[in-house]
């Protein structure tokens, strides 16, 4: 099966395990982007760009679906209308989280209707897209994100071995990842403990690093506005961090059941729930949880989808 992906920036990690995983399962991908393609593996190249960024996208999916691939592969809503433009191949849809649930969800809504086949990372985004949809979340690379000794993580990323370390893994400066909560969050909880507790936003890092940070910690904070499916979540299950979130995309659902992480409705609910981990001074059983969440499942997902849309 040969695939031509469109997608927003190739360089994020998600969508290269994605692309990897289908490559080994026989399925060969093309990519297209738009132009002024950074290399930023944490995924914002998206938001950097103007419209007219996007534009050429329409000629090069024309120009490409008409070669010898099979489908067109859509990732992200903000590529969805250059899949549609081009008449000759099944296309699919996956949506990503805040192309549906942010500023361009109308954009996305509407693409959505003419798409074969359509994929989402909740059961949520689901709900808010109001389509048939298969929900497969971003797979994660069990492999890289495994459990490792604390005191020997802790040195490879050069922290205090006595203190506690809450890790906030997202750009700061992103205003849907909402820091200014976790700082206060931090903050509060700092206010009650004898030994002092360190919120480490290790931002830029490169991927491969994220698992000796994740271990490094005794906790991942996300105090995100707006969420699919965030992978950072999934990585740290299968590290067995535990988890302080807000209630967001499937956060709910991926920590039901795994101990000491928790999916906060508040500012409240945060501060006590990660003051409770860090009294606590455990792991959480995670990894037992995201078993089901391997990209080797990911891509068999993925590639019932496209036999479904080539049945079509």
Excluded at 52 to 77: E, F, M, R, S
Aim: charged share 25%; with cysteine.
């Amino acid at each position: 099966m040969n695939v031509l992906n469109i997608v927003t920036n190739q360089n994020i990690n998600f969508f290269k395990n994605q692309v990897g995983e289908l490559n080994q399962r026989g399925i060969r991908s093309s990519v297209i982007t738009p132009r002024q393609q950074r290399a930023d593996e944490l995924g914002s190249a998206e938001n950097s760009r103007s419209v007219l960024d996007y534009v050429p996208l329409y000629g090069k999916a024309i120009k490409n679906g008409l070669d010898d691939y099979d489908l067109v592969h859509a990732n992200n809503g903000l590529t969805a209308p250059f899949a549609i433009g081009q008449p000759c191949r099944p296309i699919v849809l996956s949506l990503w989280g805040s192309d549906l649930m942010g500023k361009y969800g109308r954009l996305s809504r509407y693409c959505a209707r003419f798409f074969d086949e359509i994929i989402v990372m909740s059961e949520a985004m689901k709900d808010e897209l109001g389509l048939d949809a298969h929900v497969i979340p971003h797979g994660v690379d069990l492999e890289a994100f495994h459990p490792i000794p604390q005191q020997f993580a802790r040195e490879a990323v050069g922290w205090e071995p006595e203190r506690k370390h809450v890790l906030f893994l997202y750009d700061p400066r992103r205003e849907v990842k909402n820091y200014p909560l976790a700082e206060r969050v931090v903050d509060r909880v700092n206010d009650e403990f004898t030994e002092q507790i360190e919120l480490q936003v290790p931002f830029p890092i490169d991927h491969e690093m994220v698992p000796m940070y994740m271990n490094a910690a005794d906790v991942l904070l996300m105090t995100s506005r707006r969420e699919g499916s965030p992978n950072t979540i999934k990585e740290a299950l299968a590290c067995n961090l535990p988890v302080v979130a807000t209630d967001v995309g499937d956060v709910s659902e991926r920590v039901s059941g795994v101990e000491l992480s928790y999916a906060c409705t508040d500012e409240e609910g945060l501060t006590e729930k990660l003051r409770l981990v860090l009294e606590q001074e455990a792991r959480s059983n995670g990894r037992s949880h995201a078993r089901d969440l391997s990209l080797e499942r990911m891509g068999e997902r993925i590639e019932s989808v496209y036999e479904r849309a080539l049945d079509s």
